[in-house]
């Protein structure tokens, strides 16, 4: 059982920056790929960011690439969402998540995941 809590959302203005975070209970923090995904009113949830149990390797979605950078510290239990050069259509409730699963492109899909915060709010103004 893994139970994340997701922090460091807010308003900000276009082109600036956030560092979310996400912190995992538990032992076994580092057996698991984690994720990052958003959802924006009226959407449905999409995939944003992976990454593997090590960090050794990282999946994004096309739209953040080059913007935004998922780490992790298996240390302090906690995955990261770094997002830089922040635009309007960055507005969502963000999410991470935990699967067991290796990280593979499959887990671009909310539904490999088993374990989910309860988000956090980020709102870019234009």
């Known amino acids: 059982q893994v139970q994340l809590v997701e922090s460091g959302g807010g308003l900000v203005q276009a082109g600036g920056s956030l560092r979310l975070s996400c912190a995992a209970s538990?032992?076994?923090?580092?057996?698991?790929?984690m994720g990052w995904f958003r959802q924006a009113p009226g959407k449905e949830r999409e995939f944003v960011a992976a990454?593997?149990?090590?960090?050794?390797?990282?999946y994004y979605a096309d739209s953040v690439k080059g913007r935004f950078t998922i780490s992790r510290d298996n240390a302090k239990n906690t995955v990261y969402l770094q997002m830089n050069r922040l635009k309007p259509e960055d507005t969502a409730v963000y999410y991470c998540?935990?699967?067991?699963?290796?990280?593979?492109?499959?887990?671009?899909?909310?539904?490999?995941?088993?374990?989910w915060g309860q988000g956090t709010q980020v709102t870019v103004s234009s």
């Open positions: 998540a935990a699967t067991g699963r290796f990280l593979s492109n499959w887990l671009r899909s909310p539904s490999e995941y088993a374990y």
């Open positions: 538990g032992r076994t923090f580092s057996s698991y790929s």
């Open positions: 990454i593997s149990w090590s960090g050794g390797s990282t």
